[in-house]
T-cell receptor, first 112, second 109 residues
Framework: DAMVIQNPRYQVTQFGKPVTLSCSQTLNHNVMYWYQQKSSQAPKLLFHYYDKDFNNEADTPDNFQSRRPNTSFCFLDIRSPGLGDAAMYLC???????????FGPGTRLTVL | GQSLEQPSEVTAVEGAIVQINCTYQTSGFYGLSWYQQHDGGAPTFLSYNALDGLEETGRFSSFLSRSDSYGYLLLQELQMKDSASYFC??????????FGTGTRLKVLA
């Protein structure tokens, strides 16, 4: 019954070594989101897709990229992770504007 | 700028009622949502208000006043398992959500 799946759950990378986080959904939702959440802070929106339309938040660093090859999958690429990028990365989906978001369990990224 | 303000922490005892407030200032408004997040877990949806008034879902109720840019989450018959962080989130005119600063609720036995 898993609805939003994120892999891996824990990712360790080295400073500057590219990393890709993945998200898949079985809900067939149009909208997919990537959030970054640091300890004791609110989730911070990085990007969202409505279908294939990509929307980048103005303050999302260029170091972060995203791909959505089809409805079910979405990827977050961090080209050159810095120590400040260590965080929980949450993927979420929504049927449409105003509907509830369904979150995946998150990927905790550690940068050494 | 866009901002959503919540109290940082609220403490209450089991069985009590607690209200978590959210005031927002955003460039567009479509609706106000509430999410619960336990430590180490993902946010889970609690309720949504698009129109003024009260929405009730079991022990949880949520209120919205668009003219005051204000909403609250009301938790009744508090249980220990309600200890978590609670976030309000505004859906703007696009598909994006802006999350509030979060309120950490501690329920004491």
């Amino acid at each position: 019954d898993a609805m939003v799946i994120q892999n891996p759950r824990y990712q360790v990378t080295q400073f500057g070594k590219p990393v890709t986080l993945s998200c898949s959904q079985t809900l067939n939702h149009n909208v997919m989101y990537w959030y970054q959440q640091k300890s004791s802070q609110a989730p911070k929106l990085l990007f969202h897709y409505y279908d294939k339309d990509f929307n980048n938040e103005a303050d999302t660093p260029d170091n972060f990229q995203s791909r959505r090859p089809n409805t079910s999958f979405c990827f977050l690429d961090i080209r050159s992770p810095g120590l400040g990028d260590a965080a929980m990365y949450l993927c979420a989906t929504s049927r449409d504007k105003g509907y509830e978001q369904f979150f995946g369990p998150g990927t905790r990224l550690t940068v050494l | 700028g866009q901002s959503l303000e919540q109290p940082s922490e609220v403490t209450a005892v089991e069985g009590a009622i607690v209200q978590i407030n959210c005031t927002y200032q955003t460039s567009g408004f479509y609706g106000l949502s509430w999410y619960q997040q336990h430590d180490g877990g993902a946010p889970t949806f609690l309720s949504y208000n698009a129109l003024d008034g009260l929405e009730e879902t079991g022990r949880f109720s949520s209120f919205l006043s668009r003219s005051d840019s204000y909403g609250y989450l009301l938790l009744q018959e508090l249980q220990m398992k309600d200890s978590a962080s609670y976030f309000c989130a505004v859906t703007s005119g696009t598909y994006k959500y802006i999350f509030g600063t979060g309120t950490r609720l501690k329920v004491l036995a």
